[in-house]
């Protein structure tokens, strides 16, 4: 089936550093989704994007959908510690949408004080 | 709103016992997805249901695991006989329509000795 390649699997940083990591696909998506994973709980929808090209923020965070419909990238300026988790990229992996999700194995990012 | 609920939290049992995890997905979603998290594989799609009939099942690792859904606010995971290598968190989430945005519970982590 389709894989997403995410990179880095993990990052060590320190507080106020800017982060960037991204996620690409043999295939083309037509969603591309972040999600983050808090240590002992479920992963929760950071942002989606839905176009090519789309630059979408929310906060610090900010996400690309490539051009090539391939690749997505996912940047957290000013990191402060809170934002240490598990980062996911994923996407429907069939043309013209779908609920089933293909999930990244994340990049895992700790964040010293 | 409550989210989606996933019992039990923790659950620790020997090779060759049953196991049931159990769901209740957000009222008013109509998909529900059972996800297995392992450090090596990362999230993998084991089901999901639509309007409470399986969709796809192709990610159910062995006839050992089984999953139902009787009604749209329950759900079940059940693993008979469980081994070792079933010891992951399992994840219940659900979602309304497609909007990319599925709602994790916090997961039931099993541990088969």
């Known amino acids: 089936g389709q894989q997403l390649n995410q990179s880095p699997q993990s990052m060590f940083i320190q507080e106020g550093e800017d982060v960037s990591m991204n996620c690409t696909s043999s295939s083309i998506f037509n969603t591309w989704l972040w999600y983050k994973q808090d240590p002992g709980e479920g992963p929760v929808l950071l942002i989606a994007l839905y176009k090519a090209g789309e630059l979408t923020s929310n906060g610090r965070l900010t996400a690309q959908f490539g051009i090539t419909r391939k690749d997505s990238f996912l940047n957290i300026s000013a990191s402060i510690p809170s934002d240490v988790g598990i980062y996911f990229c994923?996407?429907?992996?069939?043309?013209?949408?779908?609920?089933?999700?293909?999930f990244g194995k994340g990049t895992k990012l700790t964040v010293n004080p | 709103d409550a989210g989606v609920i996933q019992s039990p939290r923790h659950e620790v049992t020997e090779m060759g016992q049953e196991v049931t995890l159990r769901c209740k997905p957000i009222s008013g979603h109509n998909s529900l997805f059972w996800y297995r998290q392992t450090m090596m594989r990362g999230l993998e799609l084991l089901i999901y249901?639509?309007?409470?009939?399986?969709?796809?099942d192709s990610g159910m690792p062995e006839d050992r695991f089984s999953a139902k859904m009787p009604n749209a606010s329950f759900s079940t995971l059940k693993i008979q006989p469980s081994e070792p290598r079933d010891s992951a968190v399992y994840f219940c989430?659900?979602?309304?329509?497609?909007?990319?945005?599925?709602?994790f519970g916090e997961g039931s982590r099993l541990t088969v000795l």
């Open positions: 249901f639509n309007n409470n009939v399986p969709i796809d």
């Open positions: 989430a659900s979602i309304a329509g497609y909007t990319g945005e599925l709602f």
């Open positions: 994923a996407g429907p992996p069939k043309q013209g949408g779908s609920e089933k999700l293909v």
